[in-house]
């Protein structure tokens, strides 16, 4: 596994693309200068890494467009140290963009061979994340609640009501809201039982499912 200047210089590219389509946080965008994107990749795709499109995975699934990555990661506001859950494990690459950012990263994954091969690609690369399960994100991880922010990686018909339990007060939740098309929305917990809800234009998530069982 290599990354090279020429893949170095692909992301620049890739930083300065998404300063333009309005990605301000610094934090964000040295994050995704670091992360070699086409790792996350099947060999032999390596072309499309840092062209700013998603691009199939493993199991039916995408890996997330790169400005879908920082527009949700920009909206979390993710300070060093923050204990973040993100459901939807994928290709480990916005797991690999928190963790990159000092985050203490907690993520869930539904299907059994993506969950497999993002737990040993991460550490392979280096990446320490706090804690990666195999299940239904619709549940969370109550175990290890509560969290300043959680982020959601498919698109979702409702907001999970375990997901607004587990998150601190003043805690920020990212979910793509909707069956088709998704409304990319913010909840900031106000106190227990009140949220403020922000919503940030479509976008197109393949879908979070129910658990299988
Ligand atoms: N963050 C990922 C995005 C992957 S696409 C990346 O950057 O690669 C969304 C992921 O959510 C898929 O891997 C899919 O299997 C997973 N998913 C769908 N429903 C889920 C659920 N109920 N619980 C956990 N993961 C789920």
């Known amino acids: 596994m290599k990354d090279t200047s020429k893949h170095q210089g692909l992301r620049n590219q890739l930083v300065k693309l998404l300063e333009g389509k309005g990605i301000v946080d610094k934090n964000v965008l040295e994050a995704i200068q670091k992360i ?22 493993s199991a039916g699934q995408t890996i997330s467009q790169p400005y879908t990555v920082a527009f949700q990661t920009q909206l979390l506001e993710v300070k060093k140290g923050d204990k973040v859950l993100e459901i939807g494990t994928g290709s480990g690459y916005q797991t690999a963009v928190l963790c990159s950012m000092g985050a203490k990263v907690y993520s869930i994954e539904r299907q059994l061979e993506l969950f497999k091969k993002t737990s040993l690609l991460l550490p392979k690369l280096g990446i320490r994340t706090k804690h990666l399960s195999f299940g239904d994100g619709y549940k969370g991880l109550p175990d290890y609640a509560p969290f300043d922010s959680i982020i959601v990686t498919a698109g979702a018909p409702t907001i999970p009501k375990p997901l607004m339990e587990q998150l601190k007060i003043g805690g920020r939740l990212v979910i793509p809201l909707g069956k088709n098309e998704q409304i990319m929305t913010l909840l900031i917990r106000k106190n227990e039982t009140q949220f403020e809800k922000h919503e940030h234009g479509e976008f197109r998530f393949v879908p979070l499912l129910e658990d299988k069982n």
């Open 36 to 57: 070699p994107r086409h790792l996350f990749l099947d060999s032999g795709f390596e072309q499309y890494a840092y062209q700013d499109k998603a691009f199939p995975i």
